[in-house]
């Protein structure tokens, strides 16, 4: 569990009472198995900052790209989040925005409802508002560049953010729902699928290594008995054929690229 200053003091069922503390966000530290996917469960009070994250290709010796997902799984009537401009921005009319503060409003807030799903290519200029509790899936990164935290005594990294953010209108292809189907990210780095019950052949077949299985329903268990998870929980399994799906109605999979 990790506290942040836009987290919750009290988080919602299945998780645990916090005893004060303001958690923001619960981390499945990568195994060896899949140390290129993070797993992290967030919950949202206040807004986070306006932030965007390099590429392998832009992040600098000691950085590490950033690519991720958000599924939304619980979410307030108002609840929100930015990502993209409303328009073409240059880096200066970025900078001069971040440093006035109304590089806020020159974002793309979007409604979020529970089941909504947004991939975010690295250099996606994002922030997530309050009233949310997401999955999200990533780039094993910690690599964040702030454009602006709401007058948060916390540093900016102004010059980084501007050499890698994108200064466009998110793409609409990038936005889905979990409805879609089984498939819901299949990108360069990791891929996420939902899945009802036990998995067919085609999700067999898309994992035959080792992955990451996170029960939204019902829990999924080792075939052997080693281990078990249920809601809250993350499971790893060294082949899909090694779990067992009985006790399974709603769970996401996900494993890298």
Request: charged share 20%; glycine share 8%.
């Amino acid at each position: 569990m990790v506290e942040k200053v836009w987290g919750r003091d009290v988080l919602p069922a299945p998780f645990a009472s916090t005893h004060g503390e303001r958690i923001g966000e619960i981390w499945f530290e990568p195994p060896v198995e899949v140390p290129q996917v993070l797993v992290k469960y967030l919950f949202t009070n206040e807004k986070l900052s306006v932030q965007v994250h390099p590429s392998d290709s832009t992040a600098l010796p000691g950085e590490a790209g950033k690519e991720e997902c958000w599924l939304v799984l619980d979410a307030e009537p108002d609840a929100r989040l930015a990502i993209g401009f409303e328009r073409e921005m240059t880096p200066a009319e970025i900078a001069a925005a971040a440093q006035d503060g109304s590089i806020e409003s020159l974002l793309t807030w979007h409604p979020a409802r529970p089941g909504d799903l947004f991939y975010l290519p690295a250099g996606t200029v994002h922030a997530i508002g309050p009233g949310l509790a997401l999955v999200e899936v990533q780039q094993t990164s910690d690599t964040t560049f702030r454009l602006y935290d709401y007058g948060r005594p916390r540093e900016l990294h102004l010059e980084r953010a501007l050499a890698v953010a994108e200064g466009v209108p998110y793409a609409a292809c990038h936005r889905r729902s979990i409805a879609d189907g089984p498939v819901l990210v299949d990108g360069p780095h990791f891929r996420l699928d939902r899945i009802e019950g036990a998995p067919d052949a085609a999700t067999l077949a898309a994992y035959p290594g080792a992955l990451l299985a996170l029960p939204l329903e019902g829990e999924v268990a080792a075939k052997d008995g080693s281990a078990r998870a249920g809601a809250g929980e993350c499971l790893v399994a060294d082949g899909l054929g090694s779990l067992d799906f009985s006790a399974a109605h709603v769970t996401l999979l996900t494993r890298a690229a």
